[in-house]
């Protein structure tokens, strides 16, 4: 594991028997204890379903401190790069480890807009859907379905095509989500202009139609640029474990990218923006919040507080802080004043941070708190929201992706269990059964 180094060991003592793990320490974070060989040593597996206390892989991309609620790409804070960067530069930051040159940048932004089009035969796959059918399942579908369109960049053993295939998701992500939405509205597909920017493209292909001059607010493109910032890489969470995953088994990147999307899609994850905003919504009025504060607490009510609480975050998502100054922003932009969501997201999140409950689990607003209010006064559907979320997301997919395929010690990711089953019985013949 290059980068980290052997520190010390863990006795395991079990009756008569010692067992000497090396300790392994990284840049920064936890050691880890190296358990990989464990079993041939003691016959025993550890267990840990959740992922809560193991290491999946070592890896350089992102670092988060939970506890202190920092979050790093390649060592630069989420603060400065949404301050002072873009999302192209973060896109070559997180793919290559260094912020780009110039010419660097230039180069590596003509190469992603190159890909920016689509198939046109794909453009029969949307027709396929309903219209009311939820983008995210267009997502998956089509994502899925660019490996019957682009073979020349599967071969994951070749190190150009997985930077082609990489550049293609990249710039495909916002047609396709674009896509998506037209199709929702039963408005005509708007193809890329590749003179626009990529947060500029995005909204052009989103919110412009043929009838009319569609004139693009810089800062609102700045807002979706920052936005896109915010979800572009978080270690390994729950969608780019699955990305990983998919990907050691040798899977083309487009079926693993299209996996990653189906895992982001669920409520604890990257479908709790568009939760936020439905519990927002349901939650209706400032008077109603202690109400809603009691259901979360409640353990024998399945309610949560969407857009609260991280596995790693026990102190306020960064991220979180950068949307809510975004949010004001955009709403001053558009010239929205008193926006009712935001006061109630603002006075939810006022009385759950003085609450003993949230302050004891240490349960902060994580990414997904503020962006739906963001995105919906951009004009977005909350159907959108996640789709939005994959589509930035699709740049620390893919850099995690070659990171794991450049290692070469990759192998398979194959979990054990704890069998808690039956023991082994004789077949019992139909006639038999009572
Ligand atoms: C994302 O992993 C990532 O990095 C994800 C992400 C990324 O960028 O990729 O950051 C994006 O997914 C952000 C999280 C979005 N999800 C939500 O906002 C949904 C609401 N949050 C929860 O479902 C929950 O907080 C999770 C899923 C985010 C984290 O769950 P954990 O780490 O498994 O924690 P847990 O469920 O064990 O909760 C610990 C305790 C529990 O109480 P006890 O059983 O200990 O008594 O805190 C409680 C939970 O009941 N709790 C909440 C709560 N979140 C946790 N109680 C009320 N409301 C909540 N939101």
Same mark, same amino acid.
């Given at each position: 594991?290059?980068?980290?180094?052997?520190?010390?060991?863990?006795?395991?003592?079990?009756?008569?028997?010692?067992?000497?793990?090396?300790?392994?320490?990284?840049?920064?974070?936890?050691?880890?204890?190296?358990?990989?060989?464990?079993?041939?040593?003691?016959?025993?597996?550890?267990?840990?379903?959740?992922?809560?206390?193991?290491?999946?892989?070592?890896?350089?991309?992102?670092?988060?401190?939970?506890?202190?609620?920092?979050?790093?790409?390649?060592?630069?804070?989420?603060?400065?790069?949404?301050?002072?960067?873009?999302?192209?530069?973060?896109?070559?930051?997180?793919?290559?480890?260094?912020?780009?040159?110039?010419?660097?940048?230039?180069?590596?932004?003509?190469?992603?807009?190159?890909?920016?089009?689509?198939?046109?035969?794909?453009?029969?796959?949307?027709?396929?859907?309903?219209?009311?059918?939820?983008?995210?399942?267009?997502?998956?579908?089509?994502?899925?379905?660019?490996?019957?369109?682009?073979?020349?960049?599967?071969?994951?053993?070749?190190?150009?095509?997985?930077?082609?295939?990489?550049?293609?998701?990249?710039?495909?992500?916002?047609?396709?989500?674009?896509?998506?939405?037209?199709?929702?509205?039963?408005?005509?597909?708007?193809?890329?202009?590749?003179?626009?920017?990529?947060?500029?493209?995005?909204?052009?292909?989103?919110?412009?139609?043929?009838?009319?001059?569609?004139?693009?607010?810089?800062?609102?493109?700045?807002?979706?640029?920052?936005?896109?910032?915010?979800?572009?890489?978080?270690?390994?969470?729950?969608?780019?474990?699955?990305?990983?995953?998919?990907?050691?088994?040798?899977?083309?990147?487009?079926?693993?990218?299209?996996?990653?999307?189906?895992?982001?899609?669920?409520?604890?994850?990257?479908?709790?923006?568009?939760?936020? !905003?439905?519990?927002?919504?349901?939650?209706?009025?400032?008077?109603?919040?202690?109400?809603?504060?009691?259901?979360?607490?409640?353990?024998?009510?399945?309610?949560? !507080?969407?857009?609260?609480?991280?596995?790693?975050?026990?102190?306020?998502?960064?991220?979180?802080?950068?949307?809510?100054?975004?949010?004001?922003?955009? !709403?001053?932009?558009?010239?929205?004043?008193?926006?009712?969501?935001?006061?109630?997201?603002?006075?939810?999140?006022?009385?759950?941070?003085?609450?003993?409950?949230?302050?004891?689990?240490?349960?902060?607003?994580?990414?997904?708190?503020?962006?739906?209010?963001?995105?919906?006064?951009?004009?977005?559907?909350?159907?959108?929201?996640?789709?939005?979320?994959?589509?930035?997301?699709?740049?620390?997919?893919?850099?995690?992706?070659?990171?794991?395929?450049?290692?070469?010690?990759?192998?398979?990711?194959?979990?054990?269990?704890?069998?808690?089953?039956?023991?082994?019985?004789?077949?019992?013949?139909?006639?038999?059964?009572?």
């Amino acid at each position: 594991m290059s980068g980290s180094k052997t520190n010390g060991t863990v006795q395991l003592n079990e009756g008569s028997t010692n067992t000497e793990l090396p300790m392994v320490e990284g840049t920064l974070g936890p050691k880890v204890i190296d358990i990989r060989k464990l079993y041939a040593q003691t016959g025993h597996f550890t267990y840990d379903p959740g992922f809560t206390s193991t290491a999946s892989c070592d890896s350089a991309i992102t670092y988060i401190d939970g506890d202190e609620g920092i979050l790093m790409h390649r060592g630069y804070k989420i603060e400065e790069l949404a301050a002072q960067s873009d999302f192209m530069e973060v896109c070559y930051l997180l793919l290559k480890g260094e912020l780009p040159t110039s010419e660097e940048k230039a180069k590596f932004t003509k190469d992603i807009t190159y890909h920016t089009m689509l198939h046109e035969q794909l453009i029969q796959f949307f027709r396929g859907f309903r219209r009311d059918a939820h983008p995210m399942a267009i997502m998956v579908g089509v994502v899925g379905a660019l490996s019957a369109f682009y073979h020349d960049s599967t071969d994951i053993a070749d190190p150009h095509q997985r930077m082609i295939a990489s550049y293609r998701l990249i710039a495909k992500m916002p047609t396709i989500a674009a896509m998506a939405y037209k199709y929702s509205v039963g408005q005509p597909f708007i193809y890329p202009n590749n003179e626009l920017s990529y947060a500029e493209n995005f909204l052009h292909m989103t919110f412009s139609v043929p009838a009319e001059t569609y004139k693009i607010s810089p800062t609102l493109a700045r807002a979706m640029d920052r936005i896109f910032i915010l979800h572009a890489d978080h270690e390994q969470n729950a969608s780019t474990s699955t990305v990983r995953l998919a990907g050691s088994s040798g899977a083309n990147p487009f079926a693993c990218i299209a996996a990653g999307i189906a895992c982001l899609w669920g409520p604890a994850h990257g479908g709790a923006n568009e939760a936020v !905003l439905t519990m927002l919504e349901e939650i209706g009025s400032v008077e109603r919040v202690p109400e809603f504060i009691k259901k979360a607490k409640d353990k024998n009510d399945p309610f949560r !507080l969407m857009g609260f609480g991280h596995r790693v975050y026990k102190n306020y998502d960064p991220r979180a802080k950068v949307m809510q100054q975004t949010c004001y922003e955009v !709403l001053d932009e558009l010239g929205i004043k008193d926006e009712p969501m935001l006061k109630l997201a603002m006075e939810l999140e006022r009385i759950a941070l003085e609450d003993e409950y949230f302050i004891e689990k240490k349960l902060f607003p994580n990414v997904d708190f503020y962006s739906g209010i963001i995105l919906k006064a951009m004009g977005f559907p909350t159907s959108m929201f996640t789709v939005l979320f994959a589509l930035a997301r699709t740049v620390g997919w893919v850099a995690q992706w070659n990171e794991m395929m450049e290692d070469p010690g990759q192998k398979i990711g194959r979990p054990r269990q704890l069998y808690t089953g039956k023991a082994q019985r004789p077949f019992v013949p139909l006639v038999k059964r009572k």
